[in-house]
């Protein structure tokens, strides 16, 4: 267990509206990272955080931005809901050293529905 | 390209019965690969690991895979599997990206277990 919480768990929300979803971990872990998963897609990274306020896109980042304000949140934005990010949201954290930062680990997940 | 690929998106087995995933990737460089478990509506747990060394890798829940570099493969294996496998399982390959790392999935393959 690597001590990630998401919230919320479930939203239904309406197209165009801005949602945000948090992930906390209680380890100080550097990296975190913030996935969707899709079926047939597994998988696909959103964006991720190597440290306060030091983000990066990653695959499929139009239309998600993201803040790390303290090393234990990582916050991730849908600016204008749309229909296409209905989708389940995973957080990750990974440890700094090495080959250790592939070695992840997840949240419970957020159930997104955009309506 | 990096992709990971699972060329099995079901599998049913019977309880007792031994099990093997399949799991081929496309890296150039030396990979770091995973297996993860997703029951229904839960998040991945890490299964097994593996960096170096010995390509036959141990996890948890009596699960094993072996790196075969020739063949670009990283399969998943259990002797003998019990009702409580049944769940959605994740190949992926740590790679090189940006400031960090990141995780590409697999599609995935569903596993079924009848009695």
């Known amino acids: ?5 998401q919230s919320p768990r479930h939203k239904v929300t309406e197209t165009g509206t801005p949602v945000t979803l948090r992930c906390h971990q209680t380890e100080n872990h550097r990296y975190m990272y913030w996935y969707r998963q899709d079926p047939g897609h597994g998988l696909r990274l959103i964006h991720y955080s190597y440290g306060v306020k030091d983000t990066d896109k990653g695959e499929v980042s139009d239309g ?8 234990e949140d990582f916050l991730l934005t ?4 749309t229909s296409s990010q209905t989708s389940v949201y995973f957080c990750a954290i990974s440890r700094v050293a090495g080959v250790s930062r592939y070695e992840q680990y997840f949240g419970p997940g957020t159930r997104l529905t955009v309506t | ?4 690929t699972q060329p099995d998106i079901h599998i049913t087995v019977s309880e007792g ?3 093997e995933l399949r799991c ?3 890296y150039g460089a030396t990979p770091y690969l995973f297996w993860y478990v997703q029951s229904p509506g839960q998040g991945l747990q890490l299964l097994l690991k593996y960096f170096s060394g010995d390509t036959l890798v141990q996890g948890i829940k009596g699960f094993e895979a072996e790196f075969k570099r ?15 496998d049944a769940a959605e399982y994740f190949c992926a390959v740590g790679v090189i990206y940006n400031q960090g790392g990141k995780l590409i ?5 569903e596993l079924s277990v009848k009695p």
């Open chain 2, 105 to 109: 999935f697999g599609q995935g393959t």
């Open chain 2, 70 to 84: 020739s063949q670009s493969s990283f399969n998943l294996r259990k002797p003998s599997v019990h009702w409580s």
């Open chain 1, 78 to 81: 849908l600016e204008s809901a």
């Open chain 1, 1 to 5: 267990d690597a001590g990630i919480t």
């Open chain 2, 17 to 19: 019965a031994s099990l």
């Open chain 1, 64 to 71: 998600y931005s993201v803040s790390r304000s303290k090393t």
């Open chain 2, 1 to 4: 390209a990096q992709s990971v």
């Open chain 2, 24 to 26: 081929n990737y496309s």
